[in-house]
């Protein structure tokens, strides 16, 4: 009677669990493009480096800055880079953290980017989550 009991209790449990967890809340991301500078004031590394051919390839690079524009605050990168040293075209990639401290915004964005190199010149498309008082929208 005794592991009867218990198996009842057991089913009742997980049945109250099921009935009173909050419904899962599905929400779609959101883009928000910004456009900024990021101003970089120190660099670190590669941990490793080399030359095939004509391309220099670095992992490891660490970079800090400050962000102006629509975003503002401080900025720290660790990434990787490919670059043609004839033409100036390569790709970049690597994770990014954004302290925001300004125009009305105070937390993080921790995420990813992939960067093209073209003519020695460089673009970032960046992705990744916000924590604090970031009201992008």
């Known amino acids: 009677m005794r592991i009867k009991t218990v198996l009842i209790m057991c089913s009742l449990v997980f049945i109250a669990n099921v009935l009173l967890i909050p419904e899962v809340v599905w929400a779609r991301a959101t883009k928000t493009a910004v456009s900024g500078e990021m101003i970089q004031m120190g660099v670190g590394g590669p941990d490793k480096e080399w030359i095939a051919g004509n391309n220099n390839h670095r ?7 400050v962000v102006t524009g629509e975003l503002e605050g401080t900025y720290s990168v660790v990434g990787n880079l490919h670059l043609n040293l004839s033409t100036g075209e390569g790709q970049s990639f690597g994770k990014l953290t954004i302290i925001l401290t300004g125009n009305g915004l105070a937390g993080t964005f921790e995420g990813s980017y992939v960067g093209k190199l073209s003519d020695f010149g460089f673009s970032l498309t960046i992705w990744g989550v916000t924590q604090g008082e970031i009201p992008l929208n």
């Open 59 to 65: 992992r490891g690079i660490t970079e800090m800055g």
